[in-house]
């Protein structure tokens, strides 16, 4: 009888868990364990907006231009300024690089500047393959000495970053850059456009040919019509098409050289550019975000929105 009792209390103990081990809670069930439990819906990213957003792109305006202001590209307000670029476009699901390169001395619209290095911010999607066709679209970072560069070029570069916010469906892969030391060094061709000379530079003879095309975005925030520029004679027929498409008034410009396009089509490859409308706070303290237009930034991003996706 005796051992008959012991034996059910053992087994009582048992079957409420009594042992020598101290009880642990089953754990949570997390998107990490969904995988193992056939019921679980797995969490899904959000899906990114296809509508591009002026908002966005005046935000970037005011923080490039109306806090960290002028941004010489071998200075330290231009390195914040690639700094906090590049952290936006790794948040929204890029892959960022950089490109360092030296800039000599020289004169800076007026204001005697030293040489230093610069860089080039290069943003590419997961898993890009740039010997396959693409396109690039890029708008430059830096400004002169003295200028806060709302419209030369922060409306440029805010434009780059809201399209790199949204799903751009775009014909080919994309590679967006924001390029550094745009801005001359003096007066020739070679005292310009470092950061595109560079980029071009590094891009081997593959890499060259699945170039489908490049897209400058430069100073794309002022007026009511938007200039589309060719570097040569030849008219710049595909943005033409692609602001009709969007239906966005607009002005056909040729022998466009004043941007970093012409690093790319001065090598052989295609480059078109987007903006040139002339602004009394050009180059100026004076280039603040007052200057820039939302309206007109909305007109920008749909038209490259439109060329992108042909």
Do not use: K
């Not at 209390?9 to 020598?20: E, W």
């Not at 200028?147 to 922060?154: C, I, M, W």
């Amino acid at each position: 009888m005796r051992a008959r009792t012991a034996a059910v209390l053992l087994a009582a103990l048992a079957a409420t868990g009594c042992t020598d081990t101290p009880h642990r809670p089953a754990p949570t069930p997390s998107a990490s364990s969904s995988a193992a439990d056939p019921s679980a819906t797995p969490t899904s990213a959000p899906a990114r907006p296809s509508t591009f957003d002026a908002r966005t792109a005046y935000d970037v305006v005011e923080h490039l231009a109306g806090r960290i202001g002028p941004r010489l590209a071998t200075g330290p307000a231009f390195r914040r300024a690639a700094d906090w670029s590049a952290q936006r476009l790794d948040a929204a699901g890029w892959v960022v690089r950089r490109q360092h390169f030296d800039v000599p001395a020289g004169d800076s619209w007026g204001v005697a500047v030293a040489a230093g290095r610069s860089q080039n911010v290069v943003a590419e999607p997961p898993g890009f393959d740039p010997t396959r066709p693409h396109l690039v679209v890029g708008a430059h970072l830096d400004t002169v000495a003295v200028a806060p560069g709302a419209e030369d070029n922060a409306s440029g570069v805010g434009v780059v970053l809201a399209l790199a916010e949204i799903e751009l469906r775009s014909r080919l892969p994309t590679v967006l850059v924001l390029f550094g030391a745009e801005e001359p060094r003096g007066p020739g061709n070679d005292d310009h456009h470092y950061g595109s000379r560079h980029y071009v530079a590094l891009l081997e003879p593959a890499q060259r040919s699945a170039l489908g095309g490049m897209l400058s975005l430069d100073r794309v925030g002022v007026g009511t019509v938007v200039p589309l520029g060719s570097a040569t004679e030849q008219p710049p027929t595909a943005l033409v098409r692609a602001a009709e498409r969007a239906r966005v008034p607009h002005v056909a410009e040729t022998g466009q050289r004043s941007s970093d396009h012409w690093s790319f089509v001065r090598a052989g490859l295609p480059g078109l550019r987007i903006g040139s409308s002339p602004y009394a706070g050009y180059h100026s303290a004076d280039d603040l975000p007052a200057v820039v237009s939302v309206a007109q930034l909305r007109r920008a991003g749909r038209v490259v929105l439109a060329w992108l996706r042909g």
